[in-house]
């Protein structure tokens, strides 16, 4: 007589599993929509055909647009730090210039990609929505000083120059300007023109 092998019971998922899940899918959907869309043209609604998640469950974990958009921002950050930290981790450690230069191009590298796009939808809009202003305000002090931090521990030895604040924040503004330009001209316009 054979014995079939027992099937493998199948786990459920805990409901702060699925919890977790929606949040992230409706998250990235709403990172994705600001990206392609922009914030105006993002939509609870849209965000929810995206994520593939009900009306309901938005409201649940995210009741206004506003507290939707800062939070994808957010996480969106929280991933972004962690890649920025394993990058760092590769960064020269010799005291020739080679890594303060990585450092600079490393906080460059930060205002490209989504991440950037997302948080400049917000930064506009928030100039005339005093609702989105409000929820962006205390999310952009706590994200500033996070990045103050992390260039800090980036830059090692580096942070302990008495000028090291000011260069920092010389080169986050110098870097947010060069992205912006970016949008507006491409590289081939800026190369015609030299």
């Known amino acids: 007589m054979s014995h079939a092998p027992a099937a493998t019971p199948r786990l459920r998922r805990t409901q702060e599993e699925r919890s977790a899940e929606t949040r992230t899918r409706l998250l990235e959907a709403t990172i994705e929509s600001l990206g392609e869309v922009g914030y105006a043209s993002t939509t609870t609604t849209g965000v929810c055909e995206r994520a593939g998640v009900s009306r309901g469950a938005q409201v649940h974990h995210f009741p206004r647009k506003q507290d939707l958009v800062v939070a994808a921002v957010a996480h969106l950050a929280a991933k972004n730090v962690h890649v920025l930290r394993e990058r760092a981790a590769a960064l020269p450690e010799d005291a ?14 930060t205002f490209v990609g989504p991440l950037f796009t997302a948080a400049l939808e917000l930064w506009i809009a928030a100039r005339t929505d005093a609702e989105l202003h409000a929820a962006l305000i205390p999310f952009e002090r706590v994200a500033g000083r996070g990045l103050v931090e992390l260039w800090r521990d980036v830059a090692g030895d580096l942070a ?11 080169t986050l503004h110098l870097a947010r300007g060069m ?4 949008i507006l001209r491409s590289d081939d316009t800026a190369r015609r023109r030299s």
């Open 96 to 109: 020739n210039g080679d890594r303060l230069g990585a450092v600079i191009g490393l906080v460059a590298e």
């Open 160 to 170: 302990e120059h008495p000028d090291f604040d000011a260069v920092l924040e010389l």
């Open 179 to 182: 992205a912006l330009q970016k």
